[in-house]
């Protein structure tokens, strides 16, 4: 039986995430904190001179529900433009994320990195 | 002997039979006597104390001071050493604001490295305004016990030393009497603070065995309404020591438009409308502990501690005190650690186990438990807590157990 939450991709993630790298060069970095759990992310970001997206890099200990949202976020963030970014809403992480009945308590989770991400460009 | 009758006390347990209920460290269940008295109130008897001459409002006052008079037999303090509030937050930051004005840079105030953010921040805040420092009594790494080696942290310069009886994370118990005793020899003139918000529904209190200057719990950690909790304080503290720190109506004696003389205590430190529905909600869960009697609530969370110890340990890793020896074991109805257990499983976040553990029913908190520098010291991101109540039973322990496998099997 597959579980519906902590499906094989979800795991997979969380045991080898993507893009967990701090950037020594960066133009945007945040520092955010799910006050629930204490989950902390510092997301790095590097833009070229037309603001795109050339590298992003976070790191953090999360569960399995937040390390695999920012896995994906960031794979799916590369090469968009930073305008893109403040685009991005809750439904449109849980639908990257895979999961868009994610109950409320982990709306928090999937969106931790999200919203690292938003902060840092403000 | 405590059996599974007892959540029968428990409404909760009807609406939601197949809860195993493991978070009473964070709050207990409320059992019908309590719901009974805040009913009676609002429906029978609700008026303001302590000011109409009619009937019921007498009745009220007297409900009132009698949930008063409870609450010190519980503590085996005088009525007029307990102070009402809104809890042991609240009473903790009465006490920093209180007394702090009374420290300057040359002094210092003794903490654990265990304590609850409401034992810290308070303390740390004031410190920006007073100057003093903040010690520590440090934790013993392999024991999660306090380490006897640092109470020289406590010297003569020690203004205040305020600790937790028991820790809400590691369920460590602490030697409060011996400290106290210890930080009374070394600086005569320290005011000495026992939060028992933790120990108030699991441990007996004796505020005339602790000899702590003041002494701060929350209702609603043991099995009393939210929104309540009591300040003790013994009475030439109340008299000399600790200045009011709310102010209007009933703390005064006298106002004019120039200034105002101050009620006798405990009324001085009681500003405005008490909660009275919750004191004497909270005054009925004192009786209900009481009745069961603390020693026979000792003895059953021992024993479902013992079990839920020796059920866990092969699978998790336990973040505090392990069961002890028979050789440690202490005298007759003393127990070394409370029925608060915090665990960590390799590979699964606390968050995610919280999740699979709600599916089979099981409701432990996760995260820091409101001691974030604690977590920290000890180097982890969080753990999961499972806490014993009165209606705690064997079986709510197997369906952790169960459930965390459930955990390893997803997360293995």
Known sequence: MTDALYQEYILDLYRHPRNKTMLKNFDFTRHEKNPLCSDEIDVFIKLDKAEKITELGWTGEGCAISTAATSLLTDYLKNKSKADISKLSTEKMLKILGLPKITPARIGCATLGLKAINNAIK | ?412
């Open chain 2, 1 to 412: 002997m405590i059996t599974k009758k007892i959540k029968q006390h428990f409404p909760i347990f009807r609406a939601h039979p197949n809860l195993a209920y493991l978070d009473s460290a964070a709050t207990t269940q409320t059992p019908q006597v309590v719901i009974d008295a805040m009913n009676d109130y609002y429906a029978k008897y609700r008026s303001n104390v302590h000011r109409g001459l009619y009937d019921i409002s007498i009745t009220a006052t007297e409900k009132y001071e009698a949930a008063r008079k409870q609450m010190a037999k519980f503590l085996n303090s005088a009525p007029e050493e307990i102070i009402f509030n809104s809890g042991a937050t609240f009473g903790l930051n009465a006490l920093a604001r209180s007394l702090s004005p009374r420290l300057s840079h040359r002094d210092n105030i003794v903490l654990t490295r265990m304590e609850h953010h409401a034992n810290l921040v308070p303390w740390q805040e004031m410190s920006k305004h007073y100057g003093f420092e903040i010690r520590f009594i440090e934790l013993d790494p392999t024991s999660y016990q306090l380490e006897p080696n640092s109470y020289n942290v406590i010297d003569e310069n020690t203004k205040i030393v305020s600790l937790t009886q028991a820790s809400n994370v590691l369920g460590a118990i602490n030697p409060v009497a011996e400290i106290i005793k210890l930080a009374k020899q070394k600086s005569p003139k320290v005011y000495t603070i026992v939060d028992a918000a933790q120990a108030a529904a699991h441990l007996p209190i004796d505020v005339k065995k602790l000899d702590c200057d003041f002494l701060v719990l929350s209702g609603h950690k043991m099995y009393g309404p939210t929104g309540i909790g009591v300040l003790y304080g013994k009475k030439i503290m109340l008299e000399e020591h600790l200045e009011p720190f709310m102010f209007g109506g009933e703390m005064v004696s006298d106002v004019t438009y120039e200034r105002a003389t101050w009620n006798e205590v405990p009324y001085k430190f009681e500003a405005g409308t008490p909660p009275i529905a919750e004191a004497i909600g909270l005054s009925a869960a004192a009786e209900f502990i009481t009745k069961i009697g603390m020693n026979t609530i000792v003895a059953h969370e021992k024993r479902l501690t013992d079990y839920a110890l020796e059920k866990l340990t092969p699978l998790v890793n336990i973040i505090g005190p392990s069961t002890p020896s028979p050789s440690q074991r202490r005298g007759r109805g003393e127990v070394s650690r409370l029925g608060v257990i915090s665990f960590t499983i390799p590979g699964a976040h606390p968050h995610d186990i919280g999740e699979i553990v709600n599916r089979a029913g099981v409701c432990v908190r996760v995260g820091h438990h409101c001691a974030m520098p604690l977590h920290k010291h000890l180097g982890l991101v969080g753990t999961a807590r499972a806490s014993a109540g009165v209606y705690t039973t064997k079986k709510d322990i197997d369906k952790l157990v169960s459930a965390i496998k459930e955990v390893k099997k997803i997360f293995g």
